[in-house]
């Protein structure tokens, strides 16, 4: 016989839409044949009444006719009795107890996958600030109660289904085979012409329904077997969050399937969460509804960007952002494991490893590589020979070296080891704590003020901004990775060193956190902006920053240096090297830095020669001040000697009447008195 299709009982702990669309399947299938075997009841018992019509109409017809009583009577009546057993009796069992029991299993079913949901939505509205254990504990024990009622409800649902299609052959069959037989019963008692196909016919028919039978009795006996290691193997699965030393996290996935909540914003401040299942199909993000026939895109996401983040004080969030940074999803995982494996695999197919042959064993070498990367290789040139990061210099007054130098450059960097570079236990800081110590004095209360709302384009109110006369202002999206000490700051390749060192840090302790900022480029400095608050977090001052660089393979990659004042001691400084992650702009992020230094260069020395013309414009003047003063002086000496001279005449008198013209000196000096005359002296 040929195969008869099944319902995967396997399948039934993971519930995804496409478990539930071939349940649909089989329902219809279900649904269909009560409908049929009701038609089929009907017409039978049609012919069951009227052969007991006939029985009842020869039984009279054999009173009437005496000599055929005995024979007429009971060949209508074994024929009745026979057509009650082998026919009516097998599709009314069908009907009243196996296409009901579906029905019941069915509603049974809906009631346990609607608790589930209900369990699983109050587990996930868990407030992970506010953690009470009895809260957190009955939750618990209900999601898992709820869960395994509905895996049991499901596995005995499915097994029914599958003994389904079996019987239906057999009670289709049987009533008919029965009927065939009754009437045959009844035609050999008057006939003796009965042909041997006819018989060899049936019993081929009754010899199937016995296989059927078996092969039925032999499938249950095996679904029941799968249903108790099942449900041994599922019992530590119904926990929402199982425990991962059990149930390892899986970090070389490159495809994902399972239920998620996805935040959807309904307001300004409000949002909702919706409960669907999500699955990767290449390098896409999809989703299906219960019900739905198929998934719909949510997002690219290749070259996409995934981290965890702290959304409405629920557990296990992540936040997708597509490659060029239009689009983003908030999701919620059920457990820490699917959170972790979720966000691994998404890493995974954003590098477009499922594009190769074999992509799992690709993810397996490269998650590899990122675990053995803490662990020091001889030669830092040897191991990135071929992965060295595109070079952004210094400014014009670092880019004067001849090509002897930058090739004896080169020959002492072939001889560096890694513990020139990065001392060796730095330790890493991951997130953004406190502001840059700034090494200009004149500077300190600027950062100071790093708390302050910032706006990123200079414009702040009636208080004038200390970038609000640059020339140069440029925002990008980056993401905070990390920070570490670093002991040089002259190659480049420190910075790919700290790259590969805060990378594996993060793959080994299993970091997916990561601070989303703005970093505002101008021409003194750069800062980095918190994008729902405009509060400046961090402030680098541009002449601190020595070196930057971004990675030759991932272009989202790029860091610098910065240089600054190691405390009280002015002379010893400390390096320390700063890692991002951009939208794919870790090159126009360098380009527009050492553009910003170019004119922060190019306006320091326009600075210098306003303040050295500045400087002479002040000497002349002074100059100009003491040559007037001078003239000044010698002009006061000789009316002082005139008006000595004309003191000493003698006085002529003419008598009563008479009076003595004064020059108009000497008369200011009568009304001066003596401390005018005394001032005058003084000055001669």
């Not at 009533?175 to 196909?197: C, H, R, V, W």
Request: with cysteine; glycine share 4%; hydrophobic share 30%.
């Amino acid at each position: 016989m040929p195969g008869i299709d099944k319902l995967p009982i396997e399948e039934t702990l993971e519930d995804s839409p496409q478990t539930r669309s071939l349940l649909g399947v089989f329902e219809e299938d279900a649904a269909a044949i009560s409908s049929y075997i009701h038609q089929l009841y009907q017409a039978m018992r049609r012919i069951y009444d009227a052969q007991n019509e006939l029985s009842a109409a020869t039984h009279l017809t054999s009173k009437l006719l005496k000599e055929y009583e005995k024979q007429l009577s009971s060949c209508h009546a074994v024929l009745s009795t026979q057509l009650a057993d082998a026919m009516m009796f097998p599709i009314t069992q069908f009907k009243e107890r196996d296409l009901k029991e579906i029905l019941t299993l069915k509603e049974v079913f809906q009631i346990a996958s609607n608790d589930h949901d209900t369990a699983i939505n109050r587990y996930s509205r868990l407030s992970k600030r506010r953690e009470n254990e009895k809260v957190k504990y009955e939750v618990t024990e209900d999601v898992y109660t709820s869960k395994k009622k509905q895996h049991q409800t499901m596995m005995h649902y499915f097994c029914a289904l599958n003994t389904l299609q079996y019987k239906k052959k057999i009670a289709m069959l049987e009533p008919l085979l029965g009927y065939m037989q009754a009437q045959i019963s009844f035609f050999k008692m008057g006939s003796e012409n009965l042909t041997e196909q006819l018989e060899e016919f049936l019993t081929n028919i009754g010899t199937s329904v016995q296989n059927v039978r078996r092969e039925m009795d032999s499938e249950v006996e095996t679904m029941q077997q799968t249903i108790e290691d099942l449900e041994v193997a599922s019992d530590p699965l119904y926990l929402p969050d199982p425990d991962t030393t059990k149930f390892p996290v899986h970090r070389n996935l490159t495809r994902k399937a399972g239920y998620l909540n996805a935040r959807n914003k309904t307001g300004l401040v409000s949002s909702s969460w919706d409960r669907q299942f999500y699955f990767t199909q290449g390098g896409n993000l999809m989703s299906q509804a219960r019900g739905d026939v198929a998934g719909g895109l949510v997002m690219d996401i290749d070259n996409c960007s995934v981290m965890a983040v702290d959304c409405e004080d629920r557990r296990y969030c992540f936040q997708i952002t597509s490659f060029d940074g239009k689009k983003s999803s908030i999701l919620q995982a059920e457990s820490k494991k699917d959170y972790e494996e979720w966000i691994c695999t998404i890493n995974n197919i954003s590098k477009q490893i499922y594009l190769s042959e074999n992509p799992e064993e690709i993810a397996a070498r490269v998650n590899q590589s990122a675990l053995e990367a803490v662990t020091p290789s001889p030669s830092f040139q040897q191991r990135h020979e071929s992965m060295r990061p595109t070079i952004q210099s210094r400014p014009p007054t670092a880019r004067t070296n001849s090509s002897g130098s930058l090739g004896s450059e080169s020959a002492a960097l072939s001889a560096l080891s890694l513990d020139s570079l990065v001392a060796p236990d730095t330790p890493i800081q991951f997130d953004i704590i406190s502001p840059v110590s700034e090494d200009q004095p004149g500077q300190a209360k600027a950062s100071g003020q790093s708390g302050r709302r910032t706006n990123p384009f200079g414009d702040s109110g009636d208080k004038k901004s200390e970038t609000e006369d640059s020339i140069l202002h440029q925002l990008f999206i980056v993401r905070f990775l990390g920070s570490m000490e670093v002991k040089s700051d002259e190659s480049p390749d420190v910075v790919y060193e700290t790259m590969r060192q805060i990378l594996a840090a993060r793959a080994i302790h299993n970091i997916f956190r990561m601070t989303e900022s703005h970093l505002l480029v101008s021409c003194d400095c750069l800062k980095l902006i918190d994008p729902q608050t405009q509060v400046t977090r961090l402030r680098f001052p541009l002449p601190s920053i020595v070196l930057y660089a971004t990675h030759q393979e991932n272009k989202r990659l790029f860091g610098f240096v910065l240089r600054s004042s190691g405390g009280r001691a002015e002379s010893h400084t400390t390096s320390v090297c700063y890692i991002f992650e951009s939208n794919n702009e870790g090159e126009k992020i360098c380009d527009s830095v050492g553009l910003a230094k170019q004119i922060a260069f190019h306006a320091e020395l326009d600075h210098r020669a306003s303040e050295k013309q500045k400087e002479i414009d002040k000497v002349k003047e002074k100059q100009q001040k003491e040559l007037s003063k001078q003239k000044q002086i010698e002009k006061d000496l000789e009316e002082q000697s005139r008006l000595i001279a004309a003191s000493s005449r003698p006085i002529q008198s003419s008598g009563e009447g008479q009076f003595v013209v004064l020059s108009s000196s000497q008369s200011e000096d009568s009304d001066l008195g003596e401390d005018g005359k005394k001032k005058r002296e003084s000055e001669a």
